[in-house]
């Protein structure tokens, strides 16, 4: 049975950092794309950063370019969000999933990663509060 399991958030000032974790397991497939996707109360899950299985491709969303990274360690199986300059807007429940279908780099380049309804296995989400 395929499990995600994110880690690395917390509590952070505006303008520090945080690097989270997706912890691949029991996946049949040698490498997945991954979507990070955030929750943040009273609002739709967003989601912000998509990579290829090989890692070749990456996506943002507009509103975090610059500010996150998404990256993967393909011998762990762990799958990272690096993201600087943190905002109070980017308080939000912080969730990788994994693509119903695999994750060609039209998919990633273009814009249908973004939608939730693309994935079929989530992780249980990390909590991210920026507050001073």
């Known amino acids: 049975q395929l499990q995600l399991v994110e880690s690395g958030g917390g509590l952070v000032q505006p303008g520090g950092s945080l690097r989270l974790s997706c912890e691949i397991s029991?996946?049949?497939?040698?490498?997945?794309?991954i979507g990070w996707f955030r929750q943040a109360p009273g609002k739709e899950r967003e989601g912000v950063a998509c990579?290829?299985?090989?890692?070749?491709?990456?996506n943002y969303a507009d509103s975090v370019k610059g500010r996150f990274a998404i990256s993967r360690d393909n011998a762990k199986i762990i799958v990272y969000l690096q993201i600087d300059n943190l905002k109070p807007e980017d308080t939000a429940v912080y969730y990788c999933?994994?693509?119903?279908?695999?994750?060609?780099?039209?998919?990633?380049?273009?814009?249908?990663?973004?939608?939730?309804?693309?994935?079929?296995?989530w992780g249980q989400g990390t909590q991210v509060t920026v507050s001073s």
């Open positions: 999933a994994k693509p119903r279908h695999f994750a060609t780099a039209e998919w990633v380049i273009g814009g249908a990663w973004q939608s939730p309804r693309e994935y079929d296995y």
């Open positions: 990579i290829s299985g090989n890692g070749y491709n990456k």
């Open positions: 029991g996946s049949t497939l040698d490498y997945t794309g």
